[in-house]
């Protein structure tokens, strides 16, 4: 999903440096019929976007799982969560 949001962000604009765009992630395995089974990832963004960028930012947040690959793969057998951190910076001179 990660890469879903940053190519979104990107065709709009907005390029974030790897050092602006993280993703910690967290799969949650549950017994089922006594077998371990992944049913929730968690995943928790840290974002520092250029100031003015926020608009462009939350209209890819709200889309992007439902255009990423993965998360269509997973849809239906596990449950994908995100929430982000977000801080705007303004542009260095």
Do not use: F
Not at 19 to 46: H, Q
């Amino acid at each position: 999903m990660l890469g879903t949001l940053n190519g979104a962000l990107e065709a709009r604009g907005v390029r974030l440096g790897p050092e602006a765009i993280r993703a910690r992630v967290t799969g949650i395995n549950e017994l089922v019929d006594r077998l371990p089974v992944l049913t929730r990832i968690e995943i928790e963004y840290a974002l520092r976007v250029p100031a003015g960028s926020r608009d462009v930012l939350d209209w890819a947040l709200e889309l992007h799982q439902s255009k990423c690959p993965t998360a269509a793969t997973l849809r239906g057998a596990v449950e994908v969560s995100w929430s982000a951190d977000i801080e705007e910076v303004e542009p260095e001179d």
